[in-house]
């Protein structure tokens, strides 16, 4: 459960990372496809759409016209990718947990986040905090989707000390 509880801090900040992230796990079966419409990530296109989503959420970030992460429609979408997540994530039998933990902990996170954007853009501006942001989110989740990404690179890192 603590990965349902983690995704949830990453659909907290940007709403389509967590399904970029769960469709690169799909995809390098990483996750098993047990939910409706996950297989769809097998298809190389459609995770390569999922990602180019999350890539252009994270530049519209950086416009002066971009709402708030609080605004009712950006709650609900953290919602639902949050849910969808953290089902994907959950063990088998507890999906409905998973996605009720990740629901609640992006809900919440949303707020704390962006009250702490909020305050660092104020000495930073926008785009720097944004950037920084999308680096640490994007990095978290595909590594809380992916954990062999992060498992692999250790092992090489090993071999090559030999």
């Not at 983690?6 to 990483?30: D, F, N, S």
């Not at 902990?105 to 962006?114: D, E, F, I, Q």
């Not at 994007?138 to 090559?160: C, M, Q, V, W, Y």
Request: glycine residues 10%; proline residues 4%; aromatic residues 6%.
């Amino acid at each position: 459960m603590l990965r349902s509880f983690l995704i949830g801090l990453v659909a907290g900040q940007r709403e389509i990372t967590p399904l970029a992230a769960i469709a690169i796990a799909t995809k390098r079966r990483e996750v098993p496809a047990a939910l409706p419409f996950q297989k769809l990530f097998f298809n190389r296109l459609v995770t390569a759409g999922a990602t180019a989503f999350a890539g252009a959420e994270m530049v519209g970030d950086k416009m002066k016209s971009a709402p708030d992460r609080i605004v009712p429609v950006g709650l609900a979408v953290r919602s639902v990718t949050a849910a969808y997540a953290g089902a994907a994530l959950a063990p088998k039998g507890r999906r409905s947990l998973g996605a009720a933990i990740a629901v609640g902990t992006a809900l919440a996170s949303s707020y704390v986040g962006w009250r702490i954007r909020c305050t660092s853009m104020r000495r930073y501006g926008q785009t720097a905090t944004g950037l920084v942001e999308d680096a640490i989110v994007f990095g978290a989740g595909l590594a809380i989707a992916n954990p062999k990404l992060t498992h692999t690179e250790a092992l090489s890192d090993k071999r090559s000390a030999r």
